[in-house]
Every structure is written in structure tokens, then in C-alpha cells.
């Protein structure tokens, strides 16, 4: 049987762990076992960003075993904002390790979008091995427009879902809160955020209309979260390939947000608005929040129409299927 190696077993609700559970499920459906053993029988080891355990990916190397390393973005928002010495710490050993095993390690490197390639090799050059770039996946039989939802009918739901808004990565959630603001002028508005946001950043979050914390959520209530909203706003500044974006899209939600990062990759112009920043991401300068609250008036007003495109998008160009195809392909194929 053939057998491929994932590492790092990565675990809870961030897109690394999200990631490996669709991909392990992917191979699983065409036959093919995984192992998280490193020193175990295994065709083909894919590298899930990074890992420190840089003497066995040596030794799997020295049994001629095909290395393939899945590159998301680069920590860079600590060179830009303090985080603190603990984030910035972790921050640059994580470049230093990923840069370190794309250098030396990989047989084969996958970008998860355009942007991330480009990103990669401006600031550290192209890289020895062959790359490719494959956008990431959803299983658009669970991430569906279909099924249950508490949709609010007496004011528009702005859903924010992200991994962390926390400290230094708070800035997209003040922008948010500010595009809200400025369609309620016209429309009735909410924020409702799932994810980490530290208890600091939601004393001082200024707002005109109620924002909601939810905290982490679970996955398998995330489509069901995505149906009860009327458009998502993305929130990460240069967004390298955020699989809430592709999620939202499955579940028929529009999404809005400024033209950073691989954003304009994944949402086509009918299944949401995407506006220019309008300053400089790179800074975390203060995006042009009246362009994108004029542009996402439409979306809202347009509901039914915007809703069919996002569902469109996602099964034209980001099922879990093509993702596993494009990946088992690299990762097997001479």
C-alpha cells in the first residue's frame, strides 16, 4: 500500500491542523495510508511548513525518499509592530526554520497561492528545488450553502473568523469594526467574531453597533456559523491563503475585504468586493474603509445573487478534491 509521512501532527482549529485533517481524509478515500513516523516505511514525507526534527528529515533524505515542503506565509508583522519579545522571538526562529528547510531539505516546495511564492522569493530568493503552487481546499459536501442557520432577518451579520485577532494581529478587527460603522449609516449592522482576541484588544475596540466574541468555535460549527451570516470580512492584513475565505465561499457567504495578500486569488468579483487597500498593508497603515463600506453595500443589497456566485467560485476552483489530486501528484510522480 502506499504510504505517505506528514509532519508535524499538528492538532486544534488553526489552517495548518485543518489542513492535514482534509488532506489525510482525502488520501484515505484513494487507498492511500498515512504515518506520522518519521523513521517508519513511507513513499513520500510531506512537510507541513516546518519542524525541528531537521536530523531525521536528513535521514529520510539519505534513503532517497522525496521530501515536499507546504509553505504558507512569512512572520513578518512583528518587524512592523511590537508584539512582544516572546512573539517576536518565535516569530523569526519559525523564518529561520522554514527558510532553513526550504534551502536544504526539500525536494519539492508548494505555495499555497501566487502571492506566497512571490513573497518567498523576494525575500529569500527562488528557490533550488521545483515549486508549484496549489490553493488550498474545501469538502464542499460539508461546507455547503445547505443545512441549518440562524441568519439574522432585523440587521446584517458581518462574521469575522480567524485563527487569532490577538495583540499585535489585532489591527484587521479595528478595521472591521470601522467598515461596519460606516454601513450602518444605511444598513443595520453586527459584528460577530470567532476567534482568539485577547481581552485587552476587546476593552479598547471602539464601536458603534454590538460586536460579539465568540472565541475559538469548533470546527463542525463553523459552516453552520458561515449560513447565519451575511458577508465575511477577512481580517488578516496580507492574507496568504486563509482557508476561512474559502470556507465562507463554500457556505455561499460573500466576503469583503481590502486588495492584500492572495485575497483577490480566491474571491472573484461577483462572489463578494474586494477594494485596494488604499495605503501601505506592509506599514499596517489604515486601509480606504469608505471604498470597501460603498462597495459592500451592494452586497448586501444583492444577497441572493452574491450568495450563488460564492458557492460558484468554490466548487469552480477550490474543492478538497483538486487540492488532494494536485498534491498526491507532486508528492508521487517522477
Given at each position: 500500500?502506499?504510504?505517505?509521512c506528514?509532519?508535524?501532527?499538528?492538532?486544534g482549529?488553526?489552517g495548518?491542523?485543518?489542513?492535514?485533517?482534509?488532506?489525510?481524509?482525502?488520501?484515505?478515500?484513494r487507498?492511500i495510508?498515512?504515518?506520522?513516523?518519521?523513521?517508519s516505511?513511507?513513499?513520500a514525507?510531506?512537510?507541513?511548513?516546518?519542524?525541528r526534527?531537521l536530523?531525521a528529515?536528513?535521514?529520510?533524505?539519505?534513503?532517497?525518499?522525496?521530501v515536499v515542503?507546504r509553505?504558507?506565509?512569512?512572520?513578518w508583522?512583528?518587524?512592523?509592530r511590537?508584539?512582544?519579545?516572546?512573539?517576536?522571538?518565535?516569530?523569526?526562529?519559525g523564518?529561520?526554520?522554514?527558510s532553513?528547510?526550504?534551502?536544504r531539505?526539500?525536494?519539492r516546495?508548494?505555495?499555497?497561492?501566487?502571492?506566497?511564492?512571490k513573497?518567498?522569493?523576494?525575500?529569500?530568493?527562488?528557490a533550488d528545488?521545483?515549486?508549484s503552487?496549489?490553493?488550498?481546499?474545501v469538502?464542499?459536501?460539508?461546507y455547503?450553502?445547505?443545512?441549518?442557520?440562524e441568519?439574522?432577518?432585523?440587521?446584517?451579520?458581518?462574521l469575522?473568523?480567524?485563527?487569532?485577532?490577538?495583540r499585535?494581529?489585532?489591527?484587521?478587527?479595528?478595521?472591521?469594526?470601522?467598515?461596519?460603522?460606516?454601513?450602518?449609516?444605511?444598513?443595520?449592522m453586527?459584528?460577530?467574531?470567532?476567534?482568539?482576541?485577547?481581552?485587552?484588544?476587546?476593552?479598547?475596540l471602539?464601536?458603534?453597533?454590538p460586536?460579539?466574541?465568540?472565541?475559538?468555535?469548533?470546527?463542525?460549527?463553523?459552516?453552520?456559523?458561515?449560513?447565519?451570516?451575511?458577508?465575511?470580512?477577512c481580517?488578516?492584513v496580507?492574507?496568504?491563503?486563509?482557508?476561512?475565505?474559502i470556507?465562507?465561499?463554500?457556505?455561499?457567504?460573500?466576503?469583503?475585504g481590502?486588495?492584500?495578500?492572495?485575497?483577490?486569488?480566491l474571491?472573484?468579483?461577483?462572489a463578494?468586493?474586494?477594494v485596494?487597500?488604499?495605503a501601505?498593508p506592509?506599514?499596517?497603515?489604515?486601509p480606504?474603509?469608505?471604498?470597501?463600506?460603498?462597495?459592500?453595500?451592494?452586497?448586501?443589497?444583492?444577497?441572493?445573487?452574491f450568495?450563488v456566485?460564492?458557492?460558484?467560485?468554490?466548487?469552480?476552483?477550490?474543492?478538497?478534491?483538486?487540492?488532494?489530486e494536485?498534491?498526491?501528484?507532486v508528492?508521487?510522480?517522477?
Open positions: 500500500m502506499t504510504r505517505i506528514i509532519t508535524p501532527f499538528v492538532q482549529t488553526g495548518m491542523a485543518s489542513f492535514r485533517l482534509k488532506f489525510e481524509q482525502g488520501l484515505k478515500t487507498g495510508d498515512v504515518t506520522y513516523d518519521l523513521d516505511n513511507f513513499d514525507l510531506l512537510v507541513i511548513a516546518g519542524t526534527f536530523p528529515l536528513q535521514r529520510v533524505r539519505r534513503r532517497g525518499i522525496r515542503q509553505l504558507d506565509g512569512i512572520n508583522v512583528q518587524r512592523v511590537w508584539s512582544g519579545m516572546k512573539y517576536t522571538l518565535r516569530a523569526e526562529y523564518n529561520f526554520m522554514l532553513l528547510i526550504r534551502k531539505f526539500a525536494d516546495v508548494i505555495y499555497q497561492s501566487q502571492f506566497i511564492r513573497w518567498w522569493e523576494d525575500w529569500y530568493g527562488v528545488a521545483p515549486a503552487v496549489i490553493v488550498n481546499g469538502d464542499l459536501d460539508t455547503t450553502p445547505e443545512g441549518a442557520h441568519r439574522p432577518t432585523d440587521t446584517f451579520r458581518m469575522l473568523l480567524e485563527g487569532s485577532l490577538a499585535g494581529l489585532n489591527s484587521g478587527l479595528f478595521h472591521a469594526v470601522s467598515v461596519a460603522e460606516k454601513l450602518s449609516a444605511k444598513y443595520p453586527e459584528v460577530v467574531v470567532a476567534g482568539t482576541v485577547d481581552e485587552a484588544t476587546q476593552r479598547t471602539p464601536s458603534k453597533v460586536v460579539k466574541f465568540l472565541g475559538t468555535v469548533p470546527r463542525e460549527n463553523i459552516p453552520q456559523l458561515a449560513r447565519s451570516s451575511h458577508l465575511m470580512y481580517a488578516e496580507n492574507p496568504p491563503c486563509p482557508n476561512s475565505v470556507e465562507a465561499l463554500a457556505c455561499g457567504l460573500p466576503v469583503i481590502f486588495d492584500s495578500g492572495a485575497l483577490k486569488e474571491v472573484s468579483d461577483d463578494g468586493c474586494i485596494p487597500y488604499g501601505n506592509w506599514k499596517l497603515e489604515t480606504d474603509v469608505n471604498a470597501l463600506a460603498s462597495s459592500a453595500g451592494e452586497v448586501l443589497e444583492k444577497q441572493d445573487q450568495q456566485a460564492a458557492r460558484r467560485r468554490a466548487e469552480s476552483a477550490l474543492g478538497l478534491d483538486a487540492m488532494v494536485a498534491y498526491i501528484k508528492l508521487l510522480d517522477d
